[in-house]
């Protein structure tokens, strides 16, 4: 996963997630995502009386994600590169692992299962899409680039490229669609 871990790697990957966010530096998803790179960056220094105001800052600024932009994004989730967040009211376990490329759409939650193991989270492959509404809880695997469809409540294990839909989670059996439908002709 993708820790800055000098100023310069924080730079180029806030730049990607800039990219990755269509260049719209006012979007929540950018906030949050550039929050928690600063916040992994700013672990990664020694400690120190400046330390420990830079991740002061830091903690504001992921309270005022939380709080006012409606994205729940820990420092401790382990996140790729090139993540999109599109909306607001997502809510992820501090322990989910999110893979390159993905997209989480308005409120999704990645979140454990059982109140007995709460450090069980998601992990998602690369190139993941999450539909509205989507729901990955316990210690799941999301095979990469597969679909969770809106609304859908995952709760096993999902094949890489599989289209899951509904409550409980279905992998949904794709139609073949003919490559040159024939037109249809009516009597003259």
């Known amino acids: 996963?993708?820790?800055?871990?000098?100023?310069?790697?924080?730079?180029?990957?806030?730049?990607?997630?800039?990219?990755?966010?269509r260049g719209e530096w006012s979007r929540p998803g950018f906030h949050?995502?550039?929050?928690?790179?600063?916040?992994?960056?700013?672990h990664t220094l020694p400690r120190s009386w400046p330390r420990k105001l830079l991740v002061g800052l830091g903690r504001f600024a992921e309270t005022f994600?939380?709080?006012?932009?409606?994205?729940?994004l820990p420092y401790t989730v382990q996140?790729?590169?090139?993540?999109?967040?599109?909306?607001?009211s997502i809510v992820?376990?501090?322990?989910?692992?999110?893979?390159?490329?993905?997209?989480?759409?308005?409120?999704?939650?990645l979140g454990s299962r059982y109140p007995e193991y709460p450090r069980e989270a998601p992990t998602l492959g690369k190139g993941v899409n999450l539909g509205s509404g989507a729901t990955v809880l316990g210690s799941v695997q999301i095979g990469?680039?597969?679909?969770?469809?809106?609304?859908?409540?995952?709760?096993n294990?999902?094949?890489?490229?599989?289209?899951?839909?509904?409550?409980?989670?279905?992998?949904?059996?794709?139609?073949?669609?003919?490559?040159?439908?024939?037109?249809s002709t009516q009597g003259s």
Do not use: W
């Not at 409980?168 to 037109?183: I, Q, T």
């Open 1 to 21: 996963m993708a820790c800055p871990e000098s100023m310069r790697e924080l730079i180029q990957l806030v730049r990607e997630d800039l990219v990755a966010h």
């Open 32 to 42: 949050a995502v550039a929050t928690l790179r600063y916040n992994q960056y700013v």
């Open 65 to 72: 994600c939380r709080n006012v932009e409606n994205l729940e």
């Open 79 to 88: 996140l790729g590169r090139r993540v999109v967040f599109e909306h607001q």
């Open 92 to 109: 992820v376990h501090g322990d989910a692992v999110i893979g390159d490329d993905c997209v989480v759409r308005q409120g999704c939650t």
């Open 144 to 155: 990469n680039g597969a679909s969770i469809g809106a609304n859908a409540v995952v709760l």
């Open 157 to 183: 294990d999902v094949t890489q490229g599989a289209t899951i839909v509904g409550v409980p989670g279905r992998e949904r059996k794709h139609r073949r669609v003919a490559a040159n439908p024939s037109k």
